[in-house]
């Protein structure tokens, strides 16, 4: 095989973002919560591709679309070690991690069914726990969820 026929190849984009490091079992996750199956530009998938630091790594490209800060931090709670690059006229413009926020509200759901934010119209609220695994832990009735747990709205 020539270094060629081993080279894997997403098209390339003129405008928009990538986003790289999503461990493989994450990668159809975070294509539904950022909504991508109803994008209005090109999206491109790729899965199971190999990387040293998570063995097999997925890559998105978004055309035309910057992300948000909201869909920045719900990217780092499923995915910890993706980076986002914005790209301008095909070159990376900008390259950095996401952050997992101190604290998070709205837009993941409290487990505990007896919560107030599953009893009334209240906005859930976490604070975030980093370390070797991202832990949430609800403000309101201090259960404590895991990365699997985690579903967001």
Do not use: W
Request: net charge positive.
């Amino acid at each position: 095989m020539t270094s060629k026929e081993k080279t894997l190849r997403i098209a390339a984009i003129k405008e928009g973002t990538v986003i790289d490091h999503i461990p493989a079992d994450k990668i159809f996750t975070i294509i539904r919560v950022l909504r991508l199956d109803k994008a209005s530009g090109s999206v491109s998938v790729a899965t199971n591709l190999p990387s040293k630091l998570l063995g097999k790594k997925g890559v998105v490209k978004i055309a035309g679309r910057e992300l948000t800060s909201l869909e920045a931090e719900e990217i780092a709670l499923l995915a910890p070690e993706a980076t986002l690059n914005i790209i301008k006229d095909y070159e990376v413009s900008e390259k950095r991690k996401v952050n997992l926020p101190e604290q998070i509200s709205g837009f993941v759901d409290c487990m505990n069914p007896n919560c107030i934010t599953n009893k009334q119209p209240v906005a859930t609220r976490f604070s975030v726990k980093a370390g070797e695994k991202v832990r949430l832990k609800c403000d309101y009735c201090e259960r404590e969820m895991g990365q699997k747990q985690i579903r967001i709205l």
